[in-house]
């Protein structure tokens, strides 16, 4: 057939096992997978809150009228993803957990883990992220989230005067979180806390800058705030995390570069080789 005088051009059909082989028979849900979405949806609902216990591997598998293997690994499957906490021992049990920040924090330790992401990447998105918070906290905050930021700032400042650094560190940290709070936006605190669990351990290892301007810089950013000066806070933000990130970095390289100066260690040997193949 011709359209307009012009030949149609044939597509090219599918083949079925190319089609098959790419998606795979479709099969039924797992009896797992089947208990880890009623709790779930259970949650969703409400019927279950953070902090509720669940009852026993036992009891459950009566309840659903399954094998005990598949409410273990249920469990199992929830406490990955974050919804529940498994505790040992006599008080021990599966807790619902406030399924915040954590299924994210895996994520970005992982990417790390894995090379898909470098320390500069995530620090970069922080920085972007940040950017935001500080935008939204000050239109959004209120003199109770004014207070809590003062408050951590006179906190951090004590310890950093006692000369406790790694608590200081942390306190410092947690501003980061109590500011994505003053928001006012669950996604941007979730994210900033995950965020800051991850960084947390470059940053206390890295230790406080040279001429640390923390505790000054916080104060300059709350005091933009509480005036709504959104462009003044943004450029403290910015100018802060700029040399912060500079000196993470700075002392990423230098432990690199050590690292690569150490004599390779013993080469681990293939399976083959210790089979003596």
Do not use: W
Not at 243 to 255: P, T
């Amino acid at each position: 057939m011709a359209k307009d005088g012009q030949s149609l051009q044939r597509v090219p059909a599918i083949r079925k096992s190319a089609v098959v082989d790419r998606l795979g028979p479709i099969r039924t849900r797992r009896v797992f997978e089947e208990i880890c979405e009623r709790i779930r949806n259970q949650l969703i609902s409400g019927e279950l809150r953070p902090g509720d216990r669940l009852p026993p591997e036992r009891e459950l598998a009566e309840i659903y009228d399954v094998s005990r293997t598949a409410v273990h690994e249920a469990l199992i499957i929830l406490e990955i993803v974050g919804l529940l906490k498994l505790r040992k021992g006599r008080s021990g049990g599966a807790f619902i957990s406030d399924h915040g920040s954590g299924l994210f924090t895996r994520s970005f330790r992982d990417m790390l883990d894995f090379g898909q992401a470098s320390l500069a990447m995530l620090l970069e998105a922080r920085a972007i992220i940040q950017v935001a918070v500080v935008q939204s906290a000050c239109a959004r905050a209120t003199e109770q989230d004014f207070v809590l930021l003062q408050r951590n700032i006179d906190e951090t400042s004590a310890l950093t005067e006692a000369g406790l650094f790694e608590a200081r560190t942390f306190k410092a940290i947690e501003f980061n979180v109590i500011l994505a709070n003053a928001a006012h936006n669950k996604v941007l605190a979730t994210i900033v806390e995950a965020m800051s669990s991850v960084l947390r351990g470059f940053i206390a290892s890295a230790g406080p800058q040279p001429h640390d301007p923390v505790i000054a810089s916080r104060r300059e950013l709350l005091a933009r705030m509480r005036a709504r000066d959104e462009a003044g806070a943004v450029e403290c933000m910015r100018v802060y995390f700029d040399g912060l990130n500079k000196h993470l970095l700075r002392l990423k390289r230098a432990a690199r570069h050590v690292a690569e100066k150490k004599p390779a260690g013993r080469p681990i040997r293939s399976l083959a080789q210790a089979r003596g193949e």
